[in-house]
């Protein structure tokens, strides 16, 4: 799954799992944010005595996601030693834990999300060929929230309902000029900074309605967008 960083990949790896309705679990792994050891571990379990502080067996994701999915969020960042046991898994189904002996089997389904170019990094040596024409069975690409015409109206509404629930603030709205200035954005940091934003609004406001002098002043100098808040209704809702 490509897409820039904020795009949403997560969210959709998970309306995927749910809507296939595998029988096991969805498991993610955020392979940025553990070291080489740790990572191995987490992924593929470990023996009791495998290292320093195994004071006890664990099975791995691969076990736990059983006729599951596993989802690899930031798979560029996977140490090219890890890659290579990955790939042995994909092709055989076959692993071993982290200080075993015996071979264990899953049928877990694998999905990865990555925001940087795999390609890029084939050649300059940091990421597996091998790997990357393995992985590559049905690529899925997240547009940025810019390339997504009238889709930054109906977020916005959707977080501002969400959120003002949660807030005390069922009753929030959006005004007309406030969700001009969100449509004409081009929001570098895609879904993920327009939810910030509307939750910043929301914590502003003091009336019914998000107005454009809760938006961060970058937002407050984009020229008005007309044509991306057709349909809204005089409340700065979706139209339904």
């Not at 691969?62 to 042995?88: C, N, R, W």
Request: glycine share 8%.
């Amino acid at each position: 799954m490509l897409g820039e960083s904020g795009t949403g990949k997560e969210r959709v790896a998970k309306s995927i799992h749910r809507q296939s309705q595998v029988p096991g679990p969805l498991v993610e792994i955020n392979c940025a944010s553990l070291s080489e050891q740790l990572l191995e571990s987490e992924l593929f379990g470990h023996e009791k005595g495998a290292f320093t502080d195994a004071k006890e067996s664990k099975p791995g994701l691969l076990e736990v996601a059983d006729s599951g999915t596993v989802f690899f969020d930031e798979l560029a960042e996977m140490p090219l030693a890890i890659q290579a046991k990955l790939l042995k898994v994909l092709d055989t189904r076959n692993f071993r834990r982290v200080g075993g002996i015996v071979d264990k089997r899953t049928e877990a389904r694998f999905m990865a999300a990555t925001n940087r170019n795999l390609a890029a990094m084939v050649k300059e040596g940091s990421f597996r060929e091998d790997l990357l024409y393995r992985i590559n069975v049905l690529p899925i690409t997240v547009p940025p929230l810019r390339e997504r015409g009238t889709d930054v109206v109906i977020l916005a509404d959707y977080f501002v309902r969400t959120m003002g629930k949660k807030m005390g603030k069922c009753k929030a709205g959006i005004s007309v000029e406030a969700m001009r200035c969100l449509a004409e954005y081009q929001w570098p940091g895609n879904v993920r900074e327009l939810k910030n934003v509307i939750e910043r609004g929301l914590i502003l406001t003091t009336g019914s309605e998000i107005t454009p002098d809760c938006l961060p002043l970058e937002l407050r100098r984009s020229p008005a967008f007309p044509a991306a808040v057709a349909g809204l209704n005089s409340c700065g809702h979706c139209a339904r």
